[in-house]
């Protein structure tokens, strides 16, 4: 069984670039979530892809916007980046549609935003 | 508004003996909720879960315990070993959402 991978691992941008991360999710999961940490703090919810669809969204800025795929991997991107996107990015797969299913999350992606 | 709260960051434990780690929520709609360990470098991993038709579910050494009326859930570990030193996190969700709400974390040192 393949667990969820991310790319990269580390990424070092300027303000005001753009960024993509991306995410190939957990086999046999067809459901991808994006949660940023910030130091010190519990991951908190970007948006939710399902079935290629955006199936929910946190309290981030139109700025955020993401991709799933048909094999459903998936992708985050960032525009307009600002010092406090700083963060570990973490996607997380899980059996889809089901709302009582944990999330399967991988390594992140380490942005540093100068 | 942090709607899932673990009040302490840290705890430190002999190997052995019971970790306890503590979570808060205040939002009485969440009806599942889970508990995960992370090392460093790495992303979280899924530890267990609990259904609020439940007040109890164990897997090996780690019991998870729900107090619907307090709005309050435990992880217990039980021996502690020195491989359970990591930062757990405790999250939760509503019914027909999608979202988890994490709490920020208590950090376990299992002392050797």
């Known amino acids: 069984e393949t667990g969820v991978t991310q790319s990269p691992t580390h990424l070092i941008k300027t303000r005001g670039q753009q960024v993509t991360l991306r995410c190939s999710s957990q086999?046999?999961?067809?459901?991808v979530s994006w949660y940023q940490q910030a130091l010190g703090q519990g991951p908190q919810f970007i948006f939710q892809?399902?079935?290629?669809?955006?199936?929910g969204r946190g309290n981030f800025p139109p700025r955020f916007s993401g991709l799933q795929f048909p094999n459903y991997s998936s992708e985050l991107n960032v525009n307009a980046l600002e010092l406090d996107d700083s963060a570990l990015y973490l996607c997380a797969s899980s059996s889809g549609g089901q709302q009582s299913s944990p999330l399967h999350f991988g390594n992140g992606t380490r942005l540093t935003v100068t | 508004d942090q709607q899932v709260k673990q009040n302490s960051p840290s705890l430190s434990v002999q190997e052995g003996r019971i970790s306890i780690l503590n979570c808060d929520y205040t939002?009485?709609?969440?009806?599942?909720f889970l508990w995960y360990k992370k090392y460093p470098a790495e992303g979280p991993t899924f530890l267990i879960s609990?259904?609020?038709?439940?007040d109890k579910n164990e897997d090996g050494r780690f019991t998870v315990f729900l107090n619907k009326s307090a709005k309050h859930l435990s992880l217990h570990i039980v021996p502690s070993q020195p491989g359970d030193s990591a930062v757990y996190f405790c999250a939760a969700s509503e019914p027909g959402t999608y979202k988890y709400i994490f709490g920020t974390g208590t950090r376990l040192k299992v002392l050797a």
């Open positions: 939002n009485s709609m969440f009806d599942y």
């Open positions: 086999s046999g999961h067809n459901t």
């Open positions: 609990i259904s609020s038709i439940k």
């Open positions: 892809y399902y079935r290629e669809e955006e199936n």
